[in-house]
Antibody, heavy 118, light 107 residues
Framework: QVQLQESGPRLVRPSETLSLTCTVS????????LMWIRQSPEKGLEWMGY???????NINPSLSSRLTMSVDTSKNQFSLRLTSVTAADTAVYFC????????????WGQGTLVTVSS | DIRMTQSPSSVSASVGDRVTVTCRAS??????LAWYQQRPGKAPKLLIY???TLQTGVPSRFSGSTSGTGFTLTINDLQPEDFATYYC?????????FGQGTKVEVK
């Protein structure tokens, strides 16, 4: 059974960078598309982007100027970095995994609430 | 982006009822539609993909279909664990987008 777990700071200051890591267990990340999805009361569920184990990624155009994703196959982890955050980036951030090419999110992390506040 | 519109936003039902949730896309999305269930404080769970294919382990009381006007999630014989929020998602056009959710509440 594939399991995912998000980790990272829960509080980020405005204008700073939000960084999260997702650790995958139960299977190699090489066989999955690796996604980030966030959820807020204002925007609902927002699909942020995906990355493959090769490092190839595709990011939601609404975030492409601020979001980068990376992967560490040696640790079976993938990460996101969202720069210049504002209160609008306060959300529950989920990492998820699906097939290649990505369509459905079959496996989800439990989610982590990140608050942007000074 | 493709806008996904669900109706109703909430529905009150009793155990044993049949519940129907509808999802409409702002443009044609072919068969690239999924349904997720989310319980409070939990991550969404994939129920149905490709309009009508049940994810492994999902009870057969859940079903998905399409008509000329949209897509439908049907829950037959509603069980206590089915009270949750349901979301549709399209992956036809990048970026994938979700509906705003339909909350199934206890009547």
């Amino acid at each position: 059974q594939v399991q995912l777990q998000e980790s990272g700071p829960r509080l980020v200051r405005p204008s700073e960078t939000l960084s999260l890591t997702c650790t995958v267990s139960g299977d190699s990340i090489n066989t999955h598309s690796l996604m980030w999805i966030r959820q807020s009361p204002e925007k609902g569920l927002e699909w942020m982007g995906y990355i493959y184990f090769t490092g190839s990624s595709n990011i939601n155009p609404s975030l492409s100027s601020r979001l980068t994703m990376s992967v560490d196959t040696s640790k079976n982890q993938f990460s996101l970095r969202l720069t210049s955050v504002t209160a609008a980036d306060t959300a529950v951030y989920f990492c998820a995994a699906g097939d290649i090419p990505p369509n459905w999110a079959y496996y989800w992390g439990q989610g982590t609430l990140v608050t942007v506040s000074s | 982006d493709i806008r996904m519109t669900q109706s109703p936003s909430s529905v009150s039902a009793s155990v044993g009822d049949r519940v129907t949730v509808t999802c409409r896309a702002s443009q044609a999305i072919s068969g690239w539609l999924a349904w997720y269930q989310q319980r409070p404080g939990k991550a969404p769970k994939l129920l149905i993909y490709s309009v009508s294919t049940l994810q492994t382990g999902v009870p057969s009381r859940f079903s998905g279909s399409t008509s000329g006007t949209g897509f439908t999630l049907t829950i037959n014989d509603l069980q206590p664990e089915d009270f949750a929020t349901y979301y549709c998602q399209q992956t036809d056009t990048f970026p994938p987008t979700f509906g705003q959710g339909t909350k199934v509440e206890v009547k």
